[in-house]
């Protein structure tokens, strides 16, 4: 399968092209050329298959024999390798715990499936220099690249994020690994971390002098895996006897990357109605449903901090999977939070089901409650352990939040940290040298 530009002025890609470059020349994102449409037959019986085998047969449908078989089952394996229960919150609506993985993120599935198809492609080509794996930050991608690339031979990760905005707990989870962990403190924001691997990723001189790619969801290797668990949803609530022809899927939502991945899932024949998609006061999406203009801005703290994001990356990708803005407005409703809501919700549903969310999938699950019509069936996405944001927990709970012993474990290691300017020359000679 080769994968074409989205700006649509870049020659396709292999699939280890797109991978370790991540980019297309024209600056677009990767598109595979084809989404290949999976037969009803498929979908039906998914409900006799476990979550690894719901992965492995997507990802061979997706990669069309670009990967060995019984490489690709392997990776699938390792990056399954965790459950994800859901539980029902009332009738008709339930809750897909993806945080059950090493960093209790969602996004230890795509980390850990990029971490080891890089780690194939690296091994198929051992005159290949070093990849060198640039991450930016607001602090859960940075801990799930760390933890899904720390074992990974040839490949250096570099974690780029923003001085005083990512938590204690969380710069442990990635600057205490060590090894082919580099965690670099940037004095600045999210966004002049972001653009400062955009442009080096997208900087010729410095890419030939060394392999750079990034593991955010630009990167396919991040996107395809993140469609296994909505294929592995669906035939889960099929084996519970719901309606899966009337089901609505609420996405926190921030650099809309998981929003994609369910999107690209429906467009190879997952039966899913609509989606609910959900921000904090950094909503340029939700003004993009509302109004068909796309505005970006600068990132606006918040209590939800994973959604914080001013300039969603992947909204090329949900544009070219819907096509229009009349079909992303009848696909998708859009909803937004501020921070006095967030922890309302997270509250109410504390109070009225004894069930604590984290802040994002607070908001996912109350959006669903206020979109969802009699007779439908709702899914919201919970995308972080709530221990990951203790603030926001224990705003509601009202005393401390034990922190689990996956998390606690990496407060044991030694911090290093290299910290540089916001510009982009400081990481460039850093980099170089
Ligand atoms: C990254 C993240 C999101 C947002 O995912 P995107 O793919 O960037 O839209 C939501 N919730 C949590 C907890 C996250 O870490």
């Not at 339930?94 to 993985?101: A, D, Q, S, T």
Request: net charge negative; with cysteine.
């Amino acid at each position: 399968m080769n994968y074409y530009s989205t700006n649509l002025q870049s020659p396709q890609a292999s699939l280890e092209d797109a991978v370790i470059n991540a980019v297309a020349p024209d600056g677009g994102l990767y598109m595979p050329q084809a989404v290949p449409r999976l037969p009803l037959a498929f979908i039906r019986n998914m409900a006799n298959m476990s979550l690894q085998e719901i992965g492995y047969a997507i990802a061979n449908f997706a990669f069309q024999g670009d990967v060995d078989a019984a490489v690709l089952h392997d990776i699938v394996y390792d990056t399954l390798n965790f459950p994800m229960p859901i539980p029902q919150l009332e009738p008709g609506r339930f809750v897909l715990e993806l945080f059950h993985g090493p960093t209790m993120a969602f996004k230890d599935v795509g980390a850990r499936f990029m971490g080891r198809l890089l780690a194939y492609f690296k091994q198929k080509h051992n005159d290949w220099p070093v990849i060198n794996v640039l991450v930016p930050t607001s602090g859960d991608t940075g801990a799930a690249v760390a933890s899904g690339f720390c074992d990974v031979p040839g490949v250096h990760v570099y974690v780029l994020y923003p001085q005083d905005k990512v938590s204690y707990a969380q710069e442990a989870q990635f600057a205490t690994l060590g090894h082919n962990v580099t965690a670099v403190m940037v004095k600045g924001t999210y966004d002049d971390c972001k653009n400062i691997v955009e442009q080096a990723l997208l900087d010729k001189s410095l890419n030939s002098r060394m392999q750079l790619t990034t593991a955010t969801t630009i990167n396919v290797a991040r996107l395809i895996p993140q469609t296994f668990y909505y294929f592995y949803a669906v035939a889960e609530l099929m084996r519970m006897a719901e309606d899966v022809s009337n089901l609505v899927i609420a996405v926190p939502c921030a650099n809309l990357g998981n929003l994609a991945s369910g999107l690209l899932a429906r467009a190879m024949g997952l039966p899913v109605k609509r989606f609910v998609s959900v921000e904090n006061d950094n909503n340029i999406f939700y003004h993009y449903v509302q109004t068909g203009h796309f505005v970006p801005h600068a990132t606006v703290a918040s209590i939800a901090p994973a959604l914080d994001a001013g300039n969603p990356t992947n909204f090329p990708r949900v544009l070219n999977l819907l096509g229009s803005h009349a079909e992303v407005e009848r696909v998708v409703h859009a909803y937004s939070y501020n921070d006095h809501q967030i922890v309302q919700a997270i509250g109410r549903f504390n109070e009225r089901y004894g069930y604590l969310f984290d802040p994002h999938s607070a908001i996912a699950y109350q959006a669903l409650c206020e979109d969802i019509m009699p007779g439908e069936v709702g899914l919201a996405l919970a995308t972080a352990h709530p221990a990951k944001f203790p603030d926001a927990a224990e705003l509601v709970l009202r005393h401390p939040i034990g922190m689990p012993a996956q998390l606690a474990r990496f407060f044991r290691g030694t911090r290093q940290v290299t910290t540089i300017n916001s510009g982009y020359t400081s990481f460039r000679r850093f980099l170089l040298q």
